[in-house]
Nanobody, 123 residues
């Protein structure tokens, strides 16, 4: 069973920064896009960012554009989410995900998931 593992979450003051990491040992599965999603209690899992096969193509939710940056290191089988200028509304459990080939924005299109890491932003 393939499992992704997120880390780097925590508690931060508004305006601060966090860098999330995702160990994604799925190279054997084949080429894949990586994504970050977030979820708060009582709400659907929300798209945050996605990055393509080689890292050249990215897409972001409007709510995080200009503040978050997704990246990946295919040699290390890692994905990252740099979060700057954090806002209280960014508070959520953040999940790393992967899917074959092309990027998608829907969580239902992703096959592999991590357990989530909590990000809490104080007002």
């Amino acid at each position: 069973q393939v499992q992704l593992v997120e880390s780097g979450g925590g508690l931060v003051q508004a305006g601060g920064s966090l860098r999330l990491s995702c160990a994604a040992p799925i190279r054997a599965v084949g080429p894949h896009a990586m994504g970050w999603f977030r979820q708060v209690p009582g709400k659907e899992r929300e798209f945050v960012a996605v990055i393509g096969l080689s890292g050249g193509s990215t897409n972001y939710a409007d709510s995080v554009k200009g503040r978050f940056t997704i990246s990946r290191d295919n040699v290390k089988d890692m994905a990252y989410l740099q979060m700057n200028s954090l806002k209280p509304e960014d508070t959520a459990v953040y999940y790393c995900a992967a899917r074959p080939w092309v990027v998608e924005l829907s969580s239902s299109k992703f096959d592999f998931w991590g357990q989530g890491t909590q990000v809490t932003v104080l007002s």
